[in-house]
């Protein structure tokens, strides 16, 4: 079965500064897709980030990297340089081969002070 | 080029009614999914939709059922509703059917509460 784990329930950080949110995961499975959602209050969730399991190098998109250590089995969002519109719930996801079905974790809310 | 769009926005119905929720993908995508996602937690999977077909389907009771159309666009069913059933229900498109690389994008939700 697998499993995301997001052991941060809130985070705060200072604009302009970088954070980390972290994301655990379980799986037997040796093919799979790590992704990352953004929620802000309106409820709609944006895609931000995806990590595929044999993909050798980190993926990054613009502020967004995502810290792949598959022998940890941990996919960690890195926001770089943050801003006040970056406060939301983040949702770090999963498929495994074969499984159409999207595992969420619990989700992290990241507060972004001025 | 239009995203996923969800109707209707909010909801209220009383315990033992049914619903229908109805969700039109984002343009070039043949695939939907849909989650219900309940106060301060993630989403949790319902079922997919792929060429008009339940492809798979989340831990939810029959009272949950669904319906994709030949345009692609999908509803979401329940019926006898329960007090649970309250939550946010999210519709998500892609194209890649199969895929592990298969994106998802969300709609705005339709947020159903049962009195």
């Known amino acids: 079965a697998q499993k995301i784990t997001q052991t941060q329930p809130g985070m705060f950080v200072q604009e302009k500064e970088a954070v980390t949110l972290d994301c655990t995961y379980d799986?037997?499975?040796?093919?799979?897709?790590l992704f990352w959602y953004k929620q802000p209050s309106s409820g709609e969730m944006i895609f931000l980030i995806y990590?595929?399991?044999?993909?050798?190098q980190n993926a990054t998109e613009g502020r967004y990297s995502l810290n792949f250590q598959k022998a940890r089995k941990s996919a960690n969002l890195v926001i770089s340089a943050s801003q006040l519109g970056d406060s939301a719930m983040y949702f770090c996801?999963?498929?495994?081969?074969?499984?159409?079905?999207?595992?969420f974790g619990a989700g992290t809310r990241l507060t972004v002070k001025p | 080029d239009a995203g996923v769009t969800q109707s209707p926005t909010h909801l209220i119905k009383t315990r033992g009614q049914q619903v229908t929720l109805r969700c039109s993908p984002k343009?070039?995508?043949?695939?939907v999914s849909w989650y219900q996602q309940a106060l301060g937690q993630g989403p949790q999977f319902i079922f997919q939709?792929?060429?008009?077909?339940?492809?798979q389907r989340g831990n939810f009771p029959d009272r949950f059922s669904g319906h994709q159309f030949p345009n692609y666009s999908s509803e979401l069913n329940v019926n006898a509703l329960l007090l649970g059933d309250s939550a946010l229900y999210l519709c998500?498109?892609?194209?890649?059917?199969?895929?592990?690389?298969?994106?998802?994008?969300f709609g705005p939700g339709t947020r159903l509460t049962v009195l």
């Open positions: 990590q595929g399991s044999y993909d050798e």
């Open positions: 996801a999963m498929r495994a081969i074969n499984n159409n079905d999207m595992r």
């Open positions: 799986t037997s499975d040796q093919s799979y897709g």
């Open positions: 343009s070039g995508h043949d695939t």
């Open positions: 939709y792929y060429e008009e077909e339940e492809r």
């Open positions: 998500a498109s892609s194209l890649k059917w199969g895929e592990i690389t298969d994106t998802q994008y």
